[in-house]
């Protein structure tokens, strides 16, 4: 017999009902090589069942999940190759809000969310780091085209769609952050996702997708291996977005795409390329007779490295700072 699990401090009494997602995404993905998939039902409601907060509590997923204190790595259970972490609060509620940070080539995904979890417990935030391995993710910057591993735009799905029926929070929307090769993941998911971001922050992507008519992954015509999605960056207009890079990522080193194409329309260093995604963003709002919320903060004296910029720059808490400002918590842009 076990014992006694306590009940997590909820903010109020409630009865937890996972509701299905939004239409707008696909609800599973498939490995090519493997042949594995998720269930075409994930993340869907099964009709006559319901789960209150005190039989999430006594569950056994939930017992071995839920602790305030620790960061949790978890296997998908429809794909149990694509693993992800978990941190939640201490107080979770159906208002606590959901920050997706994604991780570079080193796939340092746990570290990100322990630099991450004391400023998510002050704001109440559950944090997902999904773990692109580098067996088989060779593409997952760019969502994963085919033949080249499986869609990482679908793993996210799954992943958040697990979490919303394992956590009494809301996953449709959520707050999304990418470091390095990560960034090249966000802001490409957040163009084929807009509706799902509630605000977007890349930190020193080694380069961009640009709202131009030009063929994918330079642009976003003729997206080629994800021949599903559709890019919508016009609707990220009044999407806060904001890109951090240090002053000093000025190398060429041997990760950063060097590419003459890739030089040419955006420069030659992670420093350049940021301003250059920041103006053309801004440029292709306008045109478009929208505002812009994109913009550019720089990151004195720090080069590629997310440590660095952690430790001498604050970076987490620029961005926790950047998504959570009072402005936008009473209801300003989200």
Request: hydrophobic share 35%.
């Amino acid at each position: 017999m076990s014992s006694k699990v306590k009940a997590p401090e909820y903010d109020s009494p409630m009865d937890f009902k996972h509701t299905a997602r939004q239409q707008d995404r696909p609800l599973c993905f498939k490995d090519e090589a493997t042949g594995h998939g998720c269930p075409p039902n994930l993340g869907q409601e099964v009709p006559g069942q319901r789960r209150t907060a005190f039989q999430l509590v006594t569950s056994t997923r939930f017992k071995s999940a839920f602790d305030c204190s620790r960061i949790v790595q978890n296997q998908l259970s429809c794909l149990p190759t694509q693993k992800y972490y978990t941190w939640v609060p201490k107080h979770l509620s159906t208002s606590c809000p959901v920050v997706v940070v994604v991780h570079g080539i080193a796939r340092k995904a746990r570290a990100q969310v322990e630099a991450f979890a004391s400023l998510a417990q002050l704001h109440s935030a559950l944090i997902v780091a999904p773990l692109f391995e580098k067996l088989g993710n060779k593409d997952y910057q760019r969502l994963g085209r085919a033949g080249l591993g499986p869609r990482a735009d679908y793993g996210l799905n799954a992943i958040l769609d697990e979490v919303g029926q394992t956590y009494p929070v809301n996953t449709d929307t959520f707050y999304l952050f990418g470091y390095s090769a990560g960034a090249q993941f966000a802001h490409r998911y957040a163009f084929a996702y807009p509706r799902r971001i509630k605000a977007l922050s890349l930190g020193s992507a080694g380069w961009y997708t640009f709202p131009a008519r030009q063929d994918y992954p330079f642009g976003i015509d003729g997206i080629a291996g994800l021949p599903d999605l559709r890019f919508q960056p016009g609707q990220l207009a009044e999407t806060p977005i904001r890109v951090y890079v240090g002053t000093s990522d000025t190398k060429r080193d041997k990760s950063l795409n060097r590419s003459r194409d890739i030089d040419q329309q955006q420069g030659r260093n992670r420093l350049q390329r940021a301003r250059s995604w920041v103006q053309e963003m801004q440029k292709f709002h306008r045109q478009q007779g929208f505002g812009s919320q994109v913009d550019l903060e720089l990151l004195p004296e720090v080069g590629h490295s997310f440590s660095e910029c952690v430790r001498q720059q604050s970076l987490t808490a620029r961005i926790m700072g950047f998504f959570f400002s009072p402005d936008r918590c009473q209801g300003g842009a989200s």
